[in-house]
């Protein structure tokens, strides 16, 4: 007799989704019954040769979703369905799946053959799949709708999609809510308002005149493919409204670490525009715009960009990042706020997660498991209670979003903090209640009236810091901080940071690290060839402040390789660098 042993979890997830103008289109999921603001991110196979993909590399990616407050990642049409025990850690930390069908980008063919493998295959696959609680969604591919992939010849579309793929996953599964497609407007009939398959046949809504809202993919790295035509990410007249963000992005470097095995060391290749950097981008010029992109948002690149020197090169990863993970943030933000707007955003799942392999991607977490500065600011910008700042040229405003299905209180400290001195001026304060699965605007000052408060004498002077600390509650403040002017008008005061490493390991087998500055250092970020990743990294530090923060390895080390193989940097220049053992 065969038998099977297999874990099972009961939870309703539902997808309520309707079309209509600004102000009256919205999309968002509920779990058992209650409203979730989607965070999360886009996972991609998670390496070129399948057979290197175990248990501890799905591990590893997994648990660094949960340690950034995701809540759900799509897996992506143009990849693979993943092996069991990625769907096994999924259901143990909690995190939602957007499971795609592997189709991507492309008509396919609709002769008899051929349906009758996707038949099998998506029968295969959903009951393979179907008992495991983390899926939360199907949907039928990615960026496949009737039009315009199907111009001229739609009924094959539904041939595939509809009379095929999803006729066998409602026979199968109807517990789950389905979508057409990614970005798609939804199903017009054959499902409940919650999404949920109700067995009428399935028709789309109109998909040729979707109107403002809906759910979007979303990019402006390619506004850096001239100088001229570069343009601050950080604008948010730019970014889409939207009901749903599923997919936008930011291209950055892999670290040095990641990239040396195949540039070797030293190598004539460290630099961005050399012929092994190019071979491994998969976009065409798009080195040269990681180039642009720094140039333009930073006004600065420490020699040519084919200088090959590794102080150099290390530069250039860095802020290739440094521009990734702000214009990430700043998105996210924007899409967190739009909750309470007539946007009614509900979801963020920037592109991606993961990498294949070791080189410049859209991804937070380098090949190997290296978190980027991106995936560090993830952890805070998808944090359950989160404040944000933003400008729009004459005033700045502050937000608080709260995902806790219970309400935050608190109270708040607005400060003008001076980049060269790091002394700062209280501008504003107060308490605030902010309602459960919410979010509360607090604050709306205008710019010149705050560098006055502040003893600026322009935006390049100062900046603004914000900090809330909960009620009754022991953990540190939450805080935003928010650069008045592009950082590449502003002159920073050159730093000395040290860092200390304690010789003597806690009981987990983590190393304390202890960091301090001479001056405000923007960005400080640890980078080391030892395997692992930092408790917190990319830090803001002041005048005489200590930061401790724990190095969390994934091989044997000791606190010496630490100390002789750790790197740090700041968006400050000529600093200087004091790395001790005690």
């Known amino acids: 007799m ?309 102080k150099t090169f290390r530069r250039m990863i860095y802020l290739s990042q440094i521009v990734q993970a702000q214009c990430i943030r700043q998105e996210v933000e924007y899409y967190r706020r739009g909750r309470e707007t007539f946007r009614h955003t509900m979801g963020s799942m920037y592109w991606m997660l993961n990498d294949i392999w070791p080189a410049p991607t859209w991804s937070s977490i380098e090949y190997g498991g290296r978190w980027k500065v991106l995936h560090h600011m993830a952890t805070r910008f998808y944090e359950p209670v989160h404040p944000s700042l933003w400008e729009n040229g004459t005033h700045v405003g502050a937000h608080v979003a709260n995902d806790l299905q219970q309400p935050w209180k608190g109270s708040w400290t607005l400060t003008v903090q001076k980049y060269a001195t790091g002394s700062k001026v209280v501008v504003g304060s107060g308490t605030i209640v902010v309602d459960a699965l919410s979010g509360m605007f607090v604050f709306n000052g205008s710019i010149p009236s705050l560098l006055k408060k502040g003893g600026c004498s322009s935006t390049v002077d100062c900046f603004v810091h914000w900090e809330l600390q909960e009620s009754d509650s022991s953990n540190d403040p939450l805080v935003a901080l928010l650069w008045l002017s592009s950082l590449k008008k502003v002159t920073l005061p050159k730093a000395h940071i040290t860092t200390t490493v304690a010789a003597e390991k806690d009981t987990s087998g983590a190393a304390t690290i202890t960091v301090e500055s001479s001056t405000v250092a923007l960005y400080v970020t640890f980078t080391t060839s030892i395997r692992g990743r930092f408790s917190d990294n990319v830090l803001f530090l002041t005048p005489g402040e200590k930061v401790v923060i724990k190095f969390l390895p994934w091989e044997e080390y000791t606190t010496k390789q630490l100390v002789d193989t750790l790197v740090a940097q700041a968006m400050n220049e000529q600093d200087t660098y004091t790395y001790e053992l005690v």
């Open 2 to 310: 065969d038998a099977s042993k297999r874990r099972v979890g009961f939870r309703l997830i539902e997808l309520f989704n309707k079309v209509g103008g600004i102000g009256t289109s919205y999309q968002y999921y509920k779990v058992n019954n209650v409203p979730v603001f989607i965070k999360g991110a886009n996972w991609i196979p998670a390496d070129s040769f399948e057979s290197r993909v175990n248990h501890t590399v799905l591990s590893n990616l997994l648990h660094s979703a949960a340690a950034a407050h995701m809540n759900m990642l799509r897996v992506w049409g143009g990849g693979l369905y993943q092996k069991d025990a990625f769907y096994d850690l999924a259901d143990e930390l909690g995190l939602m799946l957007w499971q795609e069908f592997i189709f991507s980008d492309s008509t396919y063919p609709v002769d008899k053959p051929f349906l009758d493998n996707v038949a099998q295959e998506v029968l295969t696959q959903v009951r393979r799949l179907s008992h495991h609680p983390c899926i939360a969604t199907w949907s039928g591919n990615n960026e496949i709708n009737p039009l315009p992939w199907y111009k001229g010849h739609v009924q094959d579309w539904y041939t595939l999609y509809i009379d095929t793929v999803f006729d066998n996953v409602v026979k199968e599964d109807k517990s789950r809510p389905i979508r057409p497609t990614c970005p798609s407007n939804g199903f017009k009939t054959g499902v409940y308002k919650n999404g949920l398959p109700d067995g009428k046949p399935l028709t789309l809504v109109d998909q040729s005149d979707p109107g403002p809202g809906g759910e979007r993919h979303y990019y402006n790295f390619t506004l850096c493919r001239t100088m001229e035509k570069c343009g601050f990410c950080t604008d948010i007249s730019e970014y889409p409204i939207t009901d749903f963000a599923s997919e936008f992005g930011w291209m950055s470097a892999a670290s040095l670490e990641t990239m040396r095995p195949y540039l070797g060391e030293p190598s004539e290749d460290y630099n961005l525009l050399s012929a092994a950097m190019e071979d491994h981008q998969n976009w065409l010029f798009y080195n040269k715009q990681l180039y642009n992109q720094v140039l333009f948002n930073f006004n600065t690149y420490p020699a040519h960009p084919n200088a090959t020197n590794e």
